[in-house]
């Protein structure tokens, strides 16, 4: 069944194969992602969630297939076309990756300046407030990383990601290691950032929680393939085994 959607598609992977020797971990797998619109990526451990995510960054050159990101394949693309779109997509890593020896100031700008994107002191200073209210932590920026809970780094992490007013947003495992409440505000805010800026979002997540509460859809990664594609209401009431071991 095809679901009609208005809004364009921004990122579609198609057909992807990925192997790594007998180990065949990505095989024929295909999803389209659009605009103002959040996809969970469920797998389980080992599936090849972050391979896909790896492949669709660049970091990994997959087997065969194609990744179009903003109407452009990325395998054809030129390593100047390559920095200009990666500065298009925002990448929320499970660790956070702050820089622990700059304050929060400093880690925010330090995106601006790797993509060499030139500002003013106060267009600067406007943007990081900014991106500081969008996670509700405006009150950090003089704190260094080590001040802050694990649910404010990755609110930081998160605002220094929105600095660069990305059309994507990759997020691996958002609340992973966040008590419920921290993980529930974090899941809040990434649906007030789609609202906000219409972007489209892929999330990896094993908190079903987060797959509930997030997901406009659900891609459910099984033996390399795009096993089942729906929301995440149509796939509980779903009676295939394979599909109903994620609600158990
Ligand atoms: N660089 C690599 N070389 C060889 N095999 C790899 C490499 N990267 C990943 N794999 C294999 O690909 C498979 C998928 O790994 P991946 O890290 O994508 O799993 P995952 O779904 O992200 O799991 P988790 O939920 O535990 O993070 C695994 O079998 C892994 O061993
Ligand atoms: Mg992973």
New binding site residues.
């Given amino acids: 069944m095809s679901i009609e959607k208005i809004n364009p598609v921004v990122l579609q992977v198609s057909n992807l194969k990925k192997r790594?020797?007998n180990?065949i971990?990505l095989d024929d797998f295909s999803f389209e992602l659009h605009r103002n619109e959040n996809i969970v990526v469920l797998?389980?451990?080992?599936?090849?969630?972050?391979?896909?995510i790896k492949c669709i960054i660049g970091l990994?050159k997959p087997d065969e297939g194609s990744i179009h990101i903003l109407g452009k394949e990325i395998s054809q693309m030129n390593a100047e076309e390559l920095d200009k779109t990666r500065a298009k997509i925002g990448f929320l890593f499970q660790s956070n990756a702050l820089y622990d020896s700059m304050t929060v100031r400093e880690n925010l700008e330090f995106p601006l300046r790797r993509h060499w994107i030139k500002h003013n002191k106060s267009e600067m200073d406007q943007l990081i407030k900014q991106a500081l209210a969008d996670v509700k932590l405006t009150h950090t920026i003089d704190m260094m990383p080590s001040e802050l809970s694990g649910g404010m780094r990755k609110r930081i992490a998160l605002a220094r990601t929105l600095i660069l007013k990305p059309e994507i947003i990759l997020y691996d495992?958002p609340t992973t290691g966040l008590d419920p409440i921290t993980a529930k505000e974090i899941i809040q805010l990434i649906n007030e950032i789609k609202i906000k800026y219409k972007t489209a979002s892929l999330i990896?997540s094993?908190d079903m929680n987060c797959v509930k509460l997030a997901s406009d859809f659900v891609v459910m990664?099984i033996d390399g393939k795009c096993y089942a594609y729906d929301t995440y209401t149509n796939l509980k009431t779903n009676k295939d085994k394979n599909i109903l071991q994620f609600f158990e």
């Fill in positions: 790594f020797g180990n971990v797998g389980k451990s080992g599936s090849g969630k972050s391979v896909l990994m495992e990896i094993h990664l």
